[in-house]
């Protein structure tokens, strides 16, 4: 019997948002054969479920029926336009009470605890809570606990019908339950999977399915897996499509699909400049740092199961699939100086001070340590003899206790409102001239920080904020469009 190509394909929430857009995505899934299809919820689910968890901390279940009742009316249309839905009926029957069950618990503990508030939900780049930490309790673990269960209801209900959506049009297809296999961590609201686990776990349940005479197409869940006890958990933004890469990497997949509302990766934001240009391929390295500096299409965490197996990515519009889209290989046929120009919103410039750092060692360990005990990123950084700067996302700063615990090293001060702007390609850091143009297409603006060196594919600078589409506008005309430099 001859080895069938294995490709997981990923559809997000816009492709699943109507029995329209299911039967177009379907439509796909049987061109290309897909061996898994990971899908999202139907688009605007998750953000009613969240705004379920917001108003639970109210204590009044009158206020979650009417989101309860317009999330049974979405998804109870799509199931009528598909037709032909007795299990699948069922399916969703005990998802809707489910779904109130989880709403009701939420409600009666927060009249238990007296919060007004939910202790998360409404911020998806919140920090994950950890039982571990000065003033956790076991009332707070399992109040997040309920909000993970009451998030991955959207993923369950559309698997469901794009299930019996592609039986609809004669695809042998079978739902599956990502949580067997995506084992997590603890960590609620952003868990990080157990690869040795999952590795295991999907060759024990998965692998036979695949490898079965019926080889059916497998529609599963991204965004959602299980503790060990069998929690569910919630990967945190961006979870669809990591989820999608970690099944390819647990299948040894040939091709990891990613179907969007947009046509693949552009040279810059087409909504910043008219004149952004379709990438036809990337290398792994210049889409991980596109997703790290601004770019929508692919979250930074999405590549980096397909990087450790070597598989493909594409990226494509599931409205549009014949206009093609973006690869994404470990090695290009061409690698052009700059490839694109990203920009990161939202940004504040964070420095720590103090004489220690003088002629010493094992201070940047500290500083990073505490960064990794809060699990923050930081996206830019330069010192000096007595400082350290770093560029950190504007939410990284509402974490009181990681100030706190930065306050320790030195003084801290705190500049906000800025942008990070980012030329991404290749050998950037060894070509005479870029900076020339770089700093004439700025001129007349204020750069407050600049990072080069570290990486060959990145050359990146803060600008005030407002500045940085300006910024991106007269490099992508300079760098892209006009193509000052050799772009070969």
């Not at 609809?168 to 296999?181: G, L, Q, T």
Request: aromatic content about 6%; some cysteine; proline content about 4%.
């Amino acid at each position: 019997m001859s080895q069938t190509k294995r490709i997981v394909s990923k559809f997000g929430g816009s492709s699943m948002a109507d029995a329209t857009a299911m039967h177009r995505s379907a439509a796909i899934v049987a061109r290309q054969k897909s061996t898994v299809v990971v899908v999202s919820a139907t688009y605007g689910t998750t953000n009613l479920l969240v705004e379920a968890a917001t108003k639970s901390g109210k204590g009044d279940m009158a206020l979650l029926r009417p989101i309860h009742d317009q999330i049974v009316e979405k998804h109870e249309a799509i199931a009528n336009e598909l037709g032909g839905l007795d299990e699948t009926r069922k399916g969703l029957k005990a998802l809707y009470d489910e779904l109130e069950g989880l709403m009701e618990q939420l409600v009666n503990r927060s009249k238990t605890t007296g919060r007004s508030e939910p202790a998360s939900g409404s911020d998806p780049d919140r920090k994950p809570y950890d039982p571990s930490e000065t003033g956790g309790t076991p009332e707070r673990t399992k109040i997040l606990e309920l909000q993970d269960a009451l998030y991955g209801i959207g993923e369950r209900m559309s698997s469901l019908l794009f299930t019996e959506c592609l039986k609809s049009i004669d695809v042998s297809a079978r739902y599956f339950d990502a949580s067997i296999i995506l084992r997590t961590d603890e960590r609620f609201s952003k868990a990080t999977p157990d690869f040795n686990a999952i590795e295991l776990l999907s060759k024990a349940h998965l692998e036979p399915i695949v490898t079965s005479e019926e080889r059916p197409t497998i529609v599963t869940q991204g965004f959602i897996g299980s503790t060990e006890s069998g929690k569910r958990t919630t990967l945190g933004r961006g979870g669809s499509d990591y989820s999608a890469a970690i099944f390819a990497w647990a299948l040894h997949a040939d091709v990891l699909e990613i179907w969007t509302d947009v046509g693949g990766v552009a040279t810059t934001d087409p909504r910043i400049t008219p004149n952004a240009k379709p990438i036809s391929e990337l290398s792994f390295q210049e889409a991980a740092e596109m997703a790290t500096f601004g770019a929508k299409i692919l979250h930074p965490s999405t590549l980096i199961p397909a990087i450790w197996r070597e598989i493909p990515v594409y990226v494509g519009s599931s409205f549009n699939p014949e206009e093609g889209g973006t690869w994404i290989y470990r090695n290009v046929g061409q690698a052009p100086l700059v490839r694109a120009i990203s920009i990161r919103r939202k940004q504040s410039l964070l420095t720590i001070t103090t004489p220690e750092m003088l002629h010493t060692y094992g201070f940047l360990y500290r500083v990073f340590k505490v960064f990794n005990d809060h699990q923050a990123s930081v996206d830019s950084i330069t010192t000096s003899e007595i400082s350290v700067a770093m560029t950190v996302d504007d939410v990284t700063l509402q974490d009181q206790e990681l100030l706190r615990d930065l306050e320790k090293l030195g003084q801290i001060n705190i500049e906000k409102s800025y942008e990070l702007v980012s030329v991404i390609g290749n050998n950037i850091n060894h070509t005479a001239g870029l900076a020339t143009i770089v700093f004439d297409a700025l001129s007349d603006i204020n750069v407050r920080m600049i990072g080069q060196g570290a990486s060959k594919h990145n050359f990146c600078f803060l600008v005030d904020e407002g500045s940085g589409e300006v910024a991106v506008k007269r490099l992508h005309a300079a760098l892209i469009e006009n193509g000052d430099l050799d772009q070969k």
